[in-house]
């Protein structure tokens, strides 16, 4: 079992920037991909970016690319997302997931970000 713990989350203007963390439990060596999802409000869960062990590939959903970045720090074990250019739309619960390449997928249980207009 791998747990995820996000943070990072909070209130910030319209044009502003946070850092989303996600801190696992294990050597995230061992996984094979990761990647960050949000849901908002009324909306189902949609995949905002991941990031490959095997390739160090990186893709992005297309409302978040030129803004976002997704990174990893392999000696924390973390997973990162930088948000630049926040709009109010961005506005979500932002989840970290992790799959192990066998079929098996972890959540952590989210961190909520809020863009006022």
């Keep these: ?3 995820l ?4 989350g909070g209130l910030v203007q319209a044009g ?4 989303l963390s996600c ?4 050597s995230i ?4 991909s990761m990647g960050w999802y949000r849901q908002a409000p009324g ?3 949609e995949l905002v970016a991941t990031s490959t062990r095997t390739t ?3 893709t992005y959903a297309d409302f978040v ?8 720090d392999n000696t924390k074990n973390t997973l990162y997302l930088q948000m630049n250019s926040l709009k109010p739309e961005d506005t979500a619960v932002y989840y970290c997931a992790a799959d192990r390449g066998n079929g098996m997928r972890y959540w952590g249980e989210g961190t909520l970000v809020t863009v006022s207009s």
């Design 43 to 45: 909306k189902q869960r």
């Design 29 to 32: 060596l061992s996984i094979n």
């Design 1 to 3: 079992q791998v747990q």
């Design 5 to 8: 713990v996000e943070s990072g």
């Design 56 to 58: 160090y590939g990186r």
């Design 16 to 19: 502003g920037s946070l850092r």
């Design 23 to 26: 801190a696992a439990s294990e």
């Design 65 to 72: 690319r030129g803004r976002f970045t997704i990174y990893r």
